[in-house]
């Protein structure tokens, strides 16, 4: 993500931006094969599941359309600084990627067809250390495994795409335990609902969106299920 919001809601390199998005676009929003090994459906109630894989607007907007999902909510995970903040998250020396933990309910999605969401419309994987226009550490993809049948299933994943020679760059994605997650700062939390028009969001992140809905239709929920105290569901 720029360094501050402040760039990104007045900014003056729209076409640049648009070229980026686009070269970020090509190829990579398309259904991939689904995980050939999944986690074992489970009645336990609620699980998660938690996603790097560039600025977590357009991550988190895309799993508040996925059915089955009753929570995503951004932050910051993978560092060595207790409670960061924005700010020093966007200085790169905390360690920490934007984030987007979600929360979903098994008995209608699996942890394995999340996977090949994120990984179909969400980023490309491909890319080491920035996803589209954004670079720095805190941009790069890794999944935050929950246990040891997420790993599983995860690297068995990772494998699998590799196999079937989908991506000319080999994939970047990294695969650790998940630790501490803090959630962002209010005003990061349902920001592409919130604004749609922004040209960052417009560029970047509501084409993930549009992909979700006409490449996964069975999975697609057009009222998002987001954080805010106002929205329902939440």
Known sequence: MIRSILPRLCTAAVAS????AAAHAEGAQRVLPPPAADVAASSSG???A???GGCFWGIQ???EHVKGVT???SGYAGGTVANPDYEQVSDGNTGHAETVRVTYDPSQISYGTLLQ????VGLDPTQVDRQGPDWGTQYRSELFVADAEQERVARAYLAQLTAAHLYD???ATRIDQAGPFYPAEGYHQDYLEHHPDQPYIAINDIPKVRALQSLFPEHWQSKPVMVG???SGS
């Open 17 to 20: 931006l648009a070229l980026a």
């Open 46 to 48: 609620p699980q998660t």
């Open 50 to 52: 938690t996603f790097a």
């Open 61 to 63: 907007g895309v799993f």
């Open 71 to 73: 929570k995503a909510v």
């Open 117 to 120: 969401i994120f990984f179909s």
């Open 169 to 171: 760059r080999p994939i």
């Open 229 to 231: 105290k106002a929205a």
